[in-house]
């Protein structure tokens, strides 16, 4: 059964710091990793996807990595800024094992970050 | 540009009510889903539809009814309302259930007494 695990649980950094935030998954029959951010008390808002076949994808300050042999994936922010402050979910699409997909998302259980100015 | 919407963003509810989520998207997208989040839990599947008149169980559909019969809409019924339905609802959409990037609703808040 497919898990994702995201650590650290919590973290906190000062302003302008750059940072890493690490999820792992167990099986790596999967189709695409997505990373979301989610504020207090509102949806989740699509940071990046990185498909089975990429290694990495980049939009802005954010920077997504994907190693599907060893089941990791990082989402590294640069400079960092209050405003960065959110839960931050990874989720896999898994890849069924007779081909074809359920078409959900297996979640990890995020990891809230605090940058403080 | 309105993505998912879903309805209402807060309900309190009586033990053994019934009442329906609303869910729609204007990206005609053929795969919608439910989640719920729980504290400690993450995000669970309840019920799935890859497309009209076609939709599947989750991870956690006990409780829950869904229908499929326009590309726009995916509700959610809750049969029968009890304590351990108080969550918060997610529905979500994507082009299809495979490779295809996946975008969420705002969220219900649900609160069963």
């Known amino acids: 059964k497919q898990e994702v695990t995201q650590i650290p649980a919590a973290l906190s950094v000062p302003e302008g710091e750059n940072l890493v935030l690490n999820c792992s998954f167990t099986?790596?029959?999967?189709?695409?990793l997505q990373w979301f951010r989610q504020d207090p008390g509102k949806g989740l808002t699509s940071l990046l996807l990185?498909?089975?076949?990429?290694r990495e994808q980049t939009s802005g300050r954010l920077n997504a990595s994907l190693d599907k042999s060893s089941g990791r994936s990082t989402l590294y922010i640069a400079a960092s800024q209050p405003g960065d402050s959110a839960t931050y979910l990874c989720a896999v699409r898994p890849r069924l094992r007779y081909g074809g997909s359920q078409g959900n998302l297996i979640f990890g259980k995020g990891t809230k970050l605090s940058v403080k100015p | 540009n309105a993505g998912v919407t879903q309805t209402p963003k807060f309900q309190v509810l009586k033990t053994g009510q019934s009442m329906t989520l609303q869910c729609a998207q204007d990206m005609n997208h053929e795969y919608m889903s439910w989640y719920r989040q729980d504290p400690g839990m993450g995000l669970r599947l309840i019920h799935y539809?890859?497309?009209?008149?076609?939709?599947d169980q989750g991870e956690v559909p006990n409780g829950y009814n869904v229908s499929r019969s326009t590309t726009e809409d995916f509700p959610l019924r809750l049969l029968s309302a009890a304590p351990s339905q108080t969550s918060v609802y997610f529905c979500?959409?994507?082009?299809?259930?495979?490779?295809?990037?996946?975008?969420f609703g705002q969220g219900t808040r649900l609160t069963v007494v």
């Open positions: 979500a959409s994507s082009y299809d259930f495979e490779d295809t990037e996946a975008f």
């Open positions: 990185i498909q089975s076949s990429q």
């Open positions: 099986d790596s029959a999967i189709y695409n």
């Open positions: 539809s890859v497309g009209a008149g076609i939709t």
